[in-house]
Nanobody, 124 residues
Framework: QVQLVESGGGLVQAGGSLRLSCAAS????????MGWFRQAPGKEREFVAG????????YFADSVKGRFIISRDNAKNTAYLQMNSLKPEDTAVYYC?????????????????WGQGTQVTVSS
């Protein structure tokens, strides 16, 4: 098992940037595919970005392509989500998740471990 803790959320103006971090416990971080999801009030939790175990492959939702970057540092047991050119519709609680598989899944039910979430609010 792995425990995840997100940080880095906050309030930013439209067009600004934020960098979210996801710190993982244990020594097996590199065995997990990592994903970022977000959830707005009244909506389903949706996939944002995923990264392979080594960090060599990434995948993004169409809504964030060209604006967000996912990365990981296995030596630091940390995954990141760099968010640029933020829009008000990006406002949500952002969650990191760990998936004990060898491919990047996009459905929330395929991830076993979740962080507590961090709020991102983008003002217009």
């Amino acid at each position: 098992q792995v425990q995840l803790v997100e940080s880095g959320g906050g309030l930013v103006q439209a067009g600004g940037s934020l960098r979210l971090s996801c710190a993982a416990s244990g020594r097996t971080f590199s065995r997990y595919v990592m994903g970022w999801f977000r959830q707005a009030p009244g909506k389903e939790r949706e996939f944002v970005a995923g990264i392979s175990r080594s960090g060599s492959s990434t995948y993004f939702a169409d809504s964030v392509k060209g604006r967000f970057i996912i990365s990981r540092d296995n030596a630091k047991n940390t995954a990141y989500l760099q968010m640029n050119s933020l829009k008000p519709e990006d406002t949500a609680v952002y969650y990191c998740a760990a998936n004990p598989q060898n491919y990047i899944a996009t459905k929330k039910d395929e991830y076993d471990y979740w962080g507590q979430g961090t709020q991102v609010t983008v003002s217009s």
